[in-house]
């Protein structure tokens, strides 16, 4: 069930929970509207000898859909994640170690690769593997009447002509990754890019109170 | 879609689709069952390949659903012979910590319960799927509901435990898995493990599952009744719902409003940046392309022996100049674009030189205006 948004340049609402597994060194789930990715994360620990790399961590992700076996869709959506996810990690400080991360399709209604990138983000950060910086994604769409919608819906993305996903650092507020299907212009991009970047300002947000509240003592 | 907490964590979703039923059950819907040991419940499994567990575990749940015929798969028959429907039921392993079977098992059976699948009519041979809006979603016609429950044995069966943990699978001698319902039907009965049993070991465990089939089936009818009361009232419902927001390892953001003024502003700044950087000196051609002219120059230069180039150009091309070639010197032609002229001129104009044969003496060479439809392209 979609609760209404007021306006397009609205994030939806987002929520997490950590802890829900107990095997994993990390594990979040995150929902952002009625989309919601479990996140866990194993590492920094033993690596298997055919992919040991001699002078950095070996990173690698798995991706489950939520129904039948993952196919090649499933294994671009995988890679695309492991190379955002190389970016910001210091792979470099555990030299022969794998550190995996497995994401769970719970549900999808739209935005689905910036909530694995952001699920990715915290269940990093909650298994305590060093990071460059923290990363925030946030997806836009352009709708035929060329107007942005912010977090777009599936519906929304369906009947858009082109969706953009931005990954941004927290360092100097720069972009890191940029995942876009169809066409748009110079100017929509840019335009895309600002309102997806001041919208990052609030996951960024969102990710510290996160942290703030699990490491508080009371509730 | 169901999920099952506790210390072992499952995920089950079913879906469905249309398809061919198979030569000998002409009559019969489909139900496929796959357990999914992700890598997430126990970094030893594997992802894409079924360990010995898995595959046991797929089996044991597949005789329990299927051979229980606890779904009636003839009401899942369209046309028969040649369309049914296959109920395909995933069921993904998120946190390994023993019992995995009972686990699945409760997860499968309420996912399955759970599940409407789309409505259908046939029309002759064609067979039309309404979507979810159009038609109200049916319900599988569940007739009872099996459930598994595990018992591990120790010390030749001396010591018995219900639901072991996975410390407790490790040593155990043995394990006996009894699929009841709550009528007390037995459905399924595996015993592995070497070990041998006394008949009142196997009654005696009967007899718990009973009292545990009861309690557990309890359960899911009220997991179920609330999930029908929210949807009936249009309150939240689902997994998103499922979140006690009130521990400490929760959070939660209300939807966050974009100031879009300062967007506005900046966006404008920045294209404005990104036309200067492409229209400063030196770095003009970097941005506005064209094709070379190079090789046009150096015939022109043969040609008119050394005469000034931009007054003859200036007859074959209408357009406002641009391109100011020296041709006094002969080793190097410079091509000098003004900032503001690109500015002013329409963007669409490129020169284009060709070549009426390249290996023909050099003796023709012609420039052409070209103009090309109004696009600009690129990432900053």
Redesign the interface.
């Known amino acids: ?1 979609e ?1 209404p ?3 397009g ?16 060194d990390g ?1 979040v ?1 995150v ?1 952002q509207g ?1 989309t ?1 990715v ?1 996140t ?1 994360v ?1 590492g920094p ?1 033993e690596v298997r000898m055919n992919k040991e790399i001699l002078n950095k961590a070996t990173v690698e992700t ?1 991706f ?1 859909p ?5 196919g090649c869709a499933e294994k671009m959506f995988e890679r695309t994640l492991r190379n955002t996810c190389e970016t910001f990690l210091l792979a470099a400080l555990h030299p022969r170690s794998s550190i ?1 991360i ?1 994401v ?1 399709e ?2 999808d209604s739209g935005s689905f690769l910036s909530c694995c990138v952001n699920s990715c983000c915290l269940a990093l950060l909650d298994a305590s593997v060093a990071m460059k910086f923290l990363v925030a994604a946030v997806t836009c769409a352009i709708d035929s009447e060329e107007c942005i919608i ?1 977090d777009p819906t599936v519906k929304q993305e369906k009947d858009s002509c082109a969706v953009l996903t931005f990954v941004f650092e927290n360092k100097d507020d720069s972009i890191l990754a940029v995942y876009t299907t169809g066409s748009y ?3 929509q ?3 895309c890019s ?2 997806c970047g ?2 990052s300002k ?1 996951v960024f ?2 990710y510290r ?2 942290i703030e ?2 490491l ?1 003592k ?2 | 879609m169901d999920r099952w907490v506790g210390f072992v964590e499952v995920f089950a979703q079913v879906s469905c689709e249309l398809c061919a039923p198979k030569p000998t059950r002409p009559s019969d819907g489909v139900l496929f069952i796959n357990v999914e040991l992700s890598p997430m419940a126990c970094p030893s499994f594997e992802s894409g390949r079924m360990s010995e567990l898995g595959v046991e575990i797929n089996r044991l749940l597949e005789r329990c659903l299927k051979e229980s015929r606890c779904v009636d798969m003839e009401s899942l028959c369209i046309i028969s012979g040649e369309k049914v429907w296959q109920v395909r039921t995933d069921i993904h392993v998120l946190n390994h910590d023993g019992n995995i079977i009972d686990c699945a098992s409760i997860a499968a059976i309420t996912a399955l319960t759970h599940f409407r699948r789309p409505d259908v009519t046939v029309d002759g041979s064609n067979v039309i799927v309404h979507p979810v809006e159009e038609k109200d979603p049916i319900p599988l016609s569940v007739h009872h509901m099996p459930i598994c429950v595990s018992f591990s044995f120790y010390e030749q069966g001396k010591f018995l435990l219900v639901d072991p943990s996975d410390k407790e699978e490790k040593v155990m001698d043995g394990k006996m898995v009894i699929g009841m319902n709550k009528h007390r039907e037995i459905c399924t009965l595996q015993v592995t493990g070497q070990m041998l049993l006394l008949k009142d070991q196997v009654l005696r465990c009967s007899n718990i599952a009973v009292v545990k089939v009861a309690e557990t089936t309890d359960l899911i009818h009220k997991a179920l009744d609330n999930d029908r009361q929210a949807r009936a009232k249009g309150e939240k419902f689902g997994y998103t719902d499922s979140v006690a927001m009130d521990t400490i390892t929760t959070n939660e953001m209300e939807p966050e409003e974009v100031d879009m003024d300062e967007v506005e502003e900046t966006v404008a700044a920045s294209l404005q940046s990104i036309r200067e950087s492409m229209t400063d000196k030196g770095v003009g051609c970097i941005g506005e392309g064209g094709a070379s002219t190079w090789e046009l120059e150096e015939k022109e230069l043969k040609e008119e022996q050394g005469h000034k180039v931009v007054g003859q150009r200036s007859k074959t091309t209408p357009q406002p100049e641009v391109v100011v070639l020296d041709s006094d010197s002969e080793e190097e032609d410079v091509v000098i674009m003004e900032g503001d002229q690109l500015l002013t001129q329409p963007r669409s104009q490129v020169y284009n030189t060709k070549k009426a044969s390249s290996t023909e003496s050099a003796n023709l060479a012609q420039v052409q205006t070209k103009t090309k439809p109004k696009k600009r392209k690129g990432k900053p």
């Open positions: 069930m609760i948004r007021s306006s340049f609205q994030l939806r609402h987002m929520m997490c929970e950590f802890g829900q597994l107990s095997r994993p594990d789930t929902f009625d919601s479990t866990a194993y620990g798995v489950k939520k129904s039948g076996l993952p995996s497995i769970q719970i549900q912010l212009t110079v100017q991009f840019q335009q600002q309102t001041e919208a609030a947000d969102f109170t996160s509240k699990k508080s009371a509730t």
